[in-house]
């Protein structure tokens, strides 16, 4: 048997990182398993779906690099199929036409919960007569397809993950499977779906989970063979509640221009819910390839940490990634904050962004850690580097510094520490009372690169321009 798996997001919004989990789990078990990924746009929701989301919802899939063998489809394609199978379903009484009112349906709702019943539909419509029908369709209803569900039993399965589930069948209720307007819901388009697509696993959010007995008795009702089902983890915040924006970025695209590394993104997403046996913290593509099984992917919830992710995007960017990847991607981000242009003195930039790479934890943050490399002058940033200039003897070491740098004859990293180091010795300074105003100074901040790579890498010029101009606001 060919393992044949989806990813079928709703395009109602953009691709959020529970998503892009459920896709990656999805693809990771059918190339671990040789098999078919299919990705299909569930867009039925007429009301909330939107191109502007599909188109998201795949470029965000390829960012990540989750290439699909079969698709993108979509589900709005399908009505002409998903009516028919409806009509099968009348046609063998395991459906029927109902007639009820949204505001008679919410009236019985609050007399259920009055009495402390499952607010369930009651089967009013169920066994109707002709006369019955033509009265409602005579006063302009127009009637709902609800599935005729088994009033009593369980329905179970063995769940890939979670282990064995059953529902007992007497809470459930039968519901909708086609709209008035002729759409189908839910629940009744991904079973035809899924049929139709020899969907052989459904690999998806365990906030499906009730969802599955309804999709099983579908499936029986139609003869057809049901799928297996592995429901994954929810994905919670540091703060035990289900992820939203109020823990940070939801959006995946968010995340990319933050500045994230797409193989960040997947490894950080494959350790939501999955582990290996050895706790392996860092995966090449390949090896989680390798590695994936979903006998390890946890029973509970997952925890998203923000903060372990930007950790891990510093360790990738510092350890993982070459020096023409991260001279790529840094370049995009200068560009785009307009520090640099694609004119500008490449072999400068080069100098300027590999002092930051064993600090910069996501590319977004580069622009703010360099743009004094750029500048014509540079802005103090914050009160310590206002009182670092205000201390006593500052203007005076800084005149002095001035003439000595005007004078030397080698302004590499290890000749500018000789000169200031000996610079200290020779006028009896401590060196923090040279360093400190000598880095604000050149960069208007406190910390930094290391002293003597930054000087090097301004150079002769814009390091005595903005001593002079430091030299004369203290003046």
């Given amino acids: 048997m060919t393992i044949r798996v989806r ?31 299919i990705l299909r746009i569930e ?10 989301s ?10 990540l690099g989750l290439n699909w063998d079969e698709g993108p489809f979509l589900q ?3 009505l002409e199929k998903h009516q028919a199978y409806a009509r099968e ?13 949204a505001e008679e349906l919410e009236a019985r709702r609050k007399e259920m919960m009055a009495r402390k019943l499952p607010p369930k539909y009651n089967g009013q419509c169920r066994h109707l007569t002709a006369e019955q029908r033509r009265q409602y369709e005579q006063e302009g209803r127009k009637p709902v397809i609800r599935f005729r569900m088994a009033d009593t039993g369980m329905t179970g399965i063995n769940d890939l993950v979670k282990g064995p589930i059953e529902f007992n069948n007497a809470l459930l209720d039968d519901f909708v499977i086609l709209k008035s307007t002729g759409s189908p819901v839910y629940n009744f388009a991904v079973v035809c779906d899924d049929h139709d697509m020899n969907i052989t696993h459904v690999i998806r959010g365990d906030d499906h989970i009730s969802n599955t ?29 289900r992820l939203s924006k109020r823990h940070g970025a939801a959006a995946l695209d968010e995340y990319i221009q933050q500045g994230y590394l797409p193989q960040v993104i997947l490894n950080y997403l494959v350790l939501l819910g999955w582990a290996t046996e050895d706790s392996q913290q860092l995966f090449s593509v390949p090896e989680m390839i390798e590695k994936f099984t979903l006998d390890r992917v946890a029973k509970n919830p997952a925890i998203f940490d923000p903060e372990k992710l930007k950790w891990m995007n510093g360790e990738y960017i510092r350890t993982k990634i ?3 990847e991260f001279e790529k991607i840094s370049k995009e981000f200068l560009e785009r904050a307009k520090l640099v242009t694609e004119e500008d ?39 310590k580097a206002r009182q670092t200039l205000a201390k006593p003897k500052v203007k005076e070491i800084l005149e002095k510094l001035k003439a000595e740098i005007e004078q030397a004859a080698d302004f590499s990293v290890s000749g500018l520490e000789k000169l200031v180091r000996d610079f200290c010795t020779t006028n009896n300074y401590k060196t923090g009372e040279v360093f400190h105003p000598l880095r604000v100074t050149a960069s208007g901040r406190t910390t930094g690169p290391g002293l003597f790579e930054m000087l090097a890498v301004l150079g002769r010029e814009r390091v005595l321009k903005r001593l002079t101009g430091t030299i004369k606001n203290l003046g």
Avoid at 54 to 63: V, Y
Avoid at 89 to 101: F, M, N, S, T, V
Avoid at 215 to 234: R, S
Wanted: hydrophobic share 40%; proline share 5%; with cysteine.
């Fill in 7 to 37: 990813f079928a997001p709703s395009p109602t919004g953009y691709l959020h990182i529970g998503g892009a989990r459920t896709a990656l789990f999805n693809w990771l078990y059918a190339r671990k398993e040789q098999g078919v990924f």
């Fill in 43 to 52: 867009d039925t929701d007429e009301a909330r779906s939107t191109t502007e």
């Fill in 54 to 63: 599909t188109a998201q919802i795949l470029r965000s899939m390829e960012w």
């Fill in 76 to 78: 709005s394609e399908q």
């Fill in 89 to 101: 379903l009348l046609k063998q009484d395991k459906a029927y036409q109902c007639y009820c009112q």
């Fill in 213 to 241: 007995p309804r999709q099983i008795m579908l499936y029986q009702a139609f003869g057809w063979t049901v799928p297996e089902f592995a429901h994954i983890p929810m994905i919670l915040g540091p703060d035990g509640a």
């Fill in 322 to 324: 070459d020096e023409a």
């Fill in 345 to 383: 003195d490449h072999d400068y930039i080069n100098q300027v962004i590999k002092l930051e790479r064993e600090r910069v934890k996501t590319f977004a943050e580069l622009p703010g850690l360099v743009d004094f490399f750029f500048s014509d002058g540079v802005t103090l940033q914050d009160d």
